[in-house]
């Protein structure tokens, strides 16, 4: 599920080519527009929670949890705060995340997480900090994004192209001190 649809498009795209096609459902679709209860065996959301702001955690684990067939398996991966409260050690530069990359959202501790997830009846069964791979990761993609820098400037402008070329630099520095989590 995705509320972008050339994301969408691309995602079934590569179903098709691996062969998986009718074995995958993907939707185009805000998670809290789904209507129906225990549709699906398996759920991934992959950085969705700390997009959705810590006042809607309950909301957003619920649907999950109202979608999930029983015996089901959802594998959950977002980014955390490094301190309990949801604050960062790091110095200040929300403003830019807030306003440029990710509006609206907000990212919580862990704790905070998993109070949620168990706060609607799913059990968290597994839990891997990823942090330590996050730096390379993120750098890895800023050299793939400045290998495709005019392509990238034709499909979302000079201003966006340089947002997320400095918000992922920066988020590798902030991964790379402890100052975020992902998990």
């Known amino acids: 599920m995705s509320l972008s649809e050339p994301q969408v498009d691309e995602v ?4 098709e080519a691996a062969g998986l096609a009718g074995r995958v459902e993907v939707r185009c679709e805000d998670y809290r527009d789904i209507a129906g209860e225990v549709i699906f065996d398996k759920i991934v959301s992959v950085g969705t929670y700390e997009h959705v702001g810590i006042a809607n955690l309950p909301l957003y684990f619920h649907a999950i949890s109202r979608l999930l067939k029983p015996g089901g ?3 959950n991966h977002g980014s955390c705060a490094g301190e309990r409260d949801g604050q960062s050690h790091g110095p200040p530069g929300g403003e830019f995340i807030d306003r440029f990359v990710f509006p609206g959202g907000e990212v919580s501790h ?3 997480v998993l ?3 168990s706060g609607v009846g799913l059990d968290a069964v597994d839990w891997e900090d990823l942090r330590q791979h996050y730096p390379p990761t993120l750098l890895r993609w800023v050299a793939r994004l400045e290998a ?19 918000h992922m630099v ?8 402890g100052w975020l989590s992902v998990g």
Do not use: N, P, Q
């Open 12 to 15: 079934r795209r590569r179903i």
């Open 73 to 75: 398996v959802v594998l």
């Open 110 to 112: 862990i704790s905070r």
């Open 115 to 117: 109070y949620e997830i």
């Open 148 to 166: 495709h820098r005019a392509a990238a400037i034709t499909a979302g402008g000079a201003e966006r192209y340089r947002v997320w070329r400095m």
């Open 170 to 177: 920066g988020m590798a520095h902030a991964f790379d001190r």
